[in-house]
Nanobody
Framework: VQLQASGGGLVHPGDSLTLSCAAS????????FAWFRQAPGKEREEVSC????????LYSDSSKGRFTISRDNAENMMYLQMNILKPEDTALYYC?????????????????WGQGTQVTVSS
């Protein structure tokens, strides 16, 4: 199982950016995918998670309404579309995957992680 995140960059406040995560090696198993982020000096924060099977998604309070997570199983890709970006969205963003169905909350642990992609929001 491998995950590879990409798409980060330097943007201005109010801009949009879409992150991508290439996923491979999952076979036909059930997985939940997620995006996390970690800003300097802060704990890692889960931004959103999505069921690989159903596409049902959950969002953190900080991302709800501005970010949209999606997946394309045919292309083995996951995305995070981020709109109205704020300086406080600046962080290293990671994609992750956990075996199993998505329940009422995002999984507590994730077995698989991609490398991070840096998002910097600055004027």
């Amino acid at each position: 199982v491998q995950l590879q995140a990409s798409g980060g960059g330097l943007v201005h406040p109010g801009d949009s950016l879409t992150l991508s995560c290439a996923a491979s090696g999952f076979g036909r198993d059930y997985f939940t995918f997620a995006w996390f982020r970690q800003a300097p000096g802060k704990e890692r924060e889960e931004v959103s998670c999505i069921s690989r099977t159903t596409g049902r998604a959950l969002y953190s309070d900080s991302s709800k309404g501005r970010f949209t997570i999606s997946r394309d199983n045919a292309e083995n890709m996951m995305y995070l579309q981020m709109n109205i970006l704020k300086p406080e969205d600046t962080a290293l963003y990671y994609c992750a995957a956990a075996r199993g169905f998505l329940g009422g909350t995002c999984p507590r642990t994730y077995e698989f992680w991609g490398q991070g992609t840096q998002v910097t929001v600055s004027s």
